[in-house]
């Protein structure tokens, strides 16, 4: 046996330990969702069933914890994704001394403990709207939206700012030269280039927020989302409901990655055809110059 | 001094720091002969409306504020809704006092359950970080620089589809594995290693094992990111002048791959200490974990500025350990924060 087979042996090994340690736990949960153990187990299979399904279905907090996490989710997307666009821009604009300073503050949320982050959202708009007297606004569902922003907003900004990294300003010039507006510049030049950071963070800023727990189970108050009522249900006592839950969602996520998937690839298939047409233009022309050329 | 006075004040604070620096830029000497369009001649003033609002929401009203007045409710004393602004309501140490002695005012005793919880979960972050820095170096090192493309496309897929379930379902599913009647217990039993299940969640192993699966996409995320920077030739230029295996490792790729071993290690230490669904989920009976003590102050206790004291303290542990982390690798914080 050469060294070459012992390091493949190995490989082999910590491979099937690592992704044992990854996936194992995730399928013995979706094999008892079907399992008709009240316990949730894989071994003994003591017969097949749906039952957990439908008593899931039947959970009318849940359902009404899906509705508003949905509800929160869309939120988070309408305003982070402005917020960190924004926020990126504002990152090679702002005055030099203080772009130091500015970036700790906006990049601080992505660090700071989610716990923390709802605990401050709640004392602030608590005491605001109480020296405001405007009470109305202390409500759970508005303060978990702000409070996920604050961090979700800036996962956006730092998707947004590798874009813009890529830029090239002498698009913008080039429009500007042509007679257009800053406003039309950033509607029809750089918002378009821009597209494929919008989408990427609209659907990480989204799954963020539905699947967040710490930040929400303070700044949601008294009120409940999906992972909040899950959270009570798991602390009450396992049942094999919560692994259907989680078969649902696991399902409903594959087919998202599958569309999100196909929708990139499709993306990037137009982008190339556009770059070969560009590029065979310019080849034309090449051609034709040199065809004029070779008849002076 | 009397805390009510303290709230316009603060509100203020970020107010006066935005003109100090606006002053600070009107004065600063332009370079000569250059003409420097105004911030809303480059942007169009409707966008540079939507720029200045948009960042001043968020950096303000969504973050700053938010800390600035739980630091302030963390030097309140707890008082009935009317006496609230009242001549009680004096700043005062009394919050932090409680977390030390277990006491608002008598020192006699130490309040052991929450400064060994405390400490307990700081250090256990700490050994989550490093166990997971050790786990997935190796796969991440074989993902950027010897796997052929396909593949690594591939197991970037396997590596990111559990993460779109959810943390508490994840934890959950570590639960009914490790539960006294789960499957790990009844193969301990059947193959005759054991007698007795094992209680992991009673001796915490559960909630460690939990935590450590739950962040250790963004060890791979970070080790994988800047190892694929590492020129290849690099590494075949050592093996040519015959360096053995963990020589290129020691020598080569980890003083290489510093930064991506920092943020790796800052985000797995900040978001287990700070992570509620994992010891909710997993912890026993007796496990210590912090971020369920601070939990408790607000919801059990009814304790806001307890809670809040108790939430800085933490915030204060983060923020020095990553300040640490910076200094020790001689890092700045955009590296980490990549």
């Not at chain 1, 929400?216 to 602390?235: E, M, N, P, S």
């Not at chain 2, 959950?172 to 005759?192: E, H, P, Q, V």
């Amino acid at each position: 046996m050469n060294s070459k087979t012992v390091t493949n042996v190995m490989l082999a090994f910590y491979m099937a330990i690592f992704f044992g340690f990854l996936f194992g736990p995730l399928i013995v949960m979706g094999v008892s969702a079907f399992n008709t153990s009240t316990y949730p187990q894989v071994y003994p299979i003591e017969g097949f069933t749906l039952l957990w399904f439908e008593k899931l279905l039947n959970d009318r907090d849940m359902v009404y914890g899906l509705k508003n996490s949905l509800w929160i989710g869309m939120w988070v997307v309408v305003l982070s994704v402005p917020l960190g666009l924004a926020g990126a821009m504002m990152m090679s604009q702002i005055y030099s001394k203080a772009r130091s300073f500015y970036y700790v503050i906006v990049v601080s949320p992505v660090l700071t403990p989610g716990v923390i982050i709802g605990i401050s959202t709640v004392v602030f708009w608590g005491d605001l709207t109480t020296t405001t007297n405007s009470r109305f606004l202390y409500h759970g569902l508005f303060m978990t939206v702000l409070g996920q922003s604050s961090f979700i907003s800036a996962y956006c900004m730092l998707m947004f700012m590798s874009r813009l990294n890529k830029f090239d300003r002498a698009q913008e010039e080039a429009g500007l030269d042509l007679g257009a507006s800053q406003t039309q510049v950033f509607f029809h030049i750089l918002l378009p280039f821009l597209r494929p950071a919008i989408f990427s963070s609209a659907v990480l800023a989204f799954l963020s927020s539905f699947e967040n727990y710490n930040t929400t189970t303070f700044a949601i108050l008294a009120d409940k989302t999906l992972t909040t009522v899950l959270a009570g249900r798991v602390r009450q006592g396992t049942t094999p409901a919560i692994s259907a839950l989680a078969v649902l969602i696991i399902a409903v996520t594959v087919v998202g990655a599958i569309i999100y998937e196909i929708v990139k690839r499709r993306e990037d298939r137009e982008r190339q055809a556009r770059l070969d047409a560009a590029h065979a233009a310019e080849l034309r022309e090449l051609e034709s110059i040199e065809k004029a050329t070779h008849h002076a | 001094m009397l805390s009510s006075a303290g709230h316009p004040f603060i509100f203020i604070l970020p107010f006066i720091a935005i003109v100090i620096f606006w002053v600070m830029a009107k004065f600063e000497p332009k370079p000569v002969g250059v003409t420097q369009k105004s911030f809303f001649e480059r942007n169009g003033v409707p966008v540079a409306i939507y720029l200045i609002v948009a960042v001043t929401f968020w950096s303000l009203f969504m973050i700053v504020l938010p800390q600035l007045f739980m630091v302030e409710m963390s030097f309140r004393p707890k008082l009935p809704q009317i006496e609230i602004g009242g001549p009680k309501d004096l700043y005062t140490f009394e919050n932090y006092h409680y977390f030390i002695y277990g006491s608002t005012t008598i020192s006699d005793a130490i309040n052991w359950v929450h400064i060994k919880a405390f400490f307990l979960t700081i250090f256990a972050s700490l050994l989550i970080a490093i166990f997971n820095l050790a786990l997935c170096y190796p796969l991440a090192f074989y993902m950027a620089q010897v796997a052929p493309a396909a593949r690594v496309r591939f197991f970037l897929l396997l590596l990111i589809a559990p993460y779109w379930v959810n943390e508490i379902l994840r934890a959950f599913a570590l639960r009914i594995m490790l539960s006294s009647n789960g499957l790990i217990n009844k193969i301990l039993i059947g193959s005759g290693v054991v007698d007795q299940p094992v209680d992991f969640i009673g001796n915490d192993i559960a909630l460690y094992a939990g935590l450590g699966y739950a962040y250790m996409l963004l060890m791979i995320f970070s080790l994988y990111n800047t190892i694929e920077t590492l020129d290849h030739a690099q590494i075949e230029a050592a093996r040519d002048l015959g360096a053995p295996w963990w020589h290129i490792h020691t020598f080569i790729v980890i003083p290489f791959i510093k930064p991506g071993v920092a943020s790796g290690c800052t985000l797995v230490f900040m978001l287990s200490a700070g992570s509620l669904a994992a010891p909710l989920v997993l912890s026993g009976p007796r496990s210590l974990w912090f971020t369920p003590i601070v939990y408790d102050r607000f919801n059990q206790a009814f304790n806001w500025p307890q809670g809040a004291a108790y939430a800085l303290i933490l915030l204060i542990a983060c923020v020095t350990f990553v300040l640490f982390v910076l200094r020790l690798g001689r890092l700045s914080l955009g590296e980490i924060a990549k």
